[in-house]
Nanobody
Framework: QVQLVESGGGLVQAGGSLRLSCAAS????????MAWFRQAPGKPREFVAG????????SYADSVKGRFTISRDSAENTVHLQLDSLKPEDTAIYYC????????????????????WGQGTQVTVSS
C-alpha cells in the first residue's frame, strides 16, 4: 500500500522559512520522480517543484525559483521542500506526489502525471 505523509507546515511571517517533509512507503520511491504541488483557496492545484529519481535534476515553478529548494533522501524514502523568503501568496496546502512512471527522464509538471498523493500540509504566511 503506497502512502505519502507530509509534515512541517505551519504559520510563519513573511520573509520566514519552513521545511516540509514527505515520508513515502509502499513503493521503491528511489525509482520515481517526486514532486511538490500546492493549492491555494479558490485556485487549482499547481506544480511547485520536482526532483528526479537520482536527485541530480530539479525543476521549479517560476514563482518559487530561488526561494524554494527540493531535495530527497532515497535511503530514507523522504523528500523535503525548503521554503525560504516566504510571501503571503505562498499560503496554500502543500502536497507531495510520486510520478506514475518509474525511471522517468523528464520532471513532469502536470498533475495528471502523478498517481499517489499525500494528504497535504497547510502553509500560512502572514504579512
Amino acid at each position: 500500500q503506497v502512502q505519502l505523509v507530509e509534515s512541517g507546515g505551519g504559520l510563519v511571517q513573511a520573509g520566514g522559512s519552513l521545511r516540509l517533509s514527505c515520508a513515502a512507503s509502499g513503493r521503491t520511491f528511489a525509482d520515481y520522480t517526486m514532486a511538490w504541488f500546492r493549492q491555494a483557496p479558490g485556485k487549482p492545484r499547481e506544480f511547485v517543484a520536482g526532483i528526479n529519481r537520482g536527485g541530480g535534476r530539479t525543476s521549479y515553478a517560476d514563482s518559487v525559483k530561488g526561494r524554494f529548494t527540493i531535495s530527497r533522501d532515497s535511503a530514507e524514502n523522504t523528500v523535503h521542500l525548503q521554503l525560504d523568503s516566504l510571501k503571503p501568496e505562498d499560503t496554500a496546502i502543500y502536497y507531495c506526489a510520486t510520478d506514475r512512471v518509474p525511471w522517468g527522464v523528464v520532471i513532469r509538471t502536470a498533475e495528471t502525471a502523478y498517481d499517489f498523493w499525500g494528504q497535504g500540509t497547510q502553509v500560512t504566511v502572514s504579512s
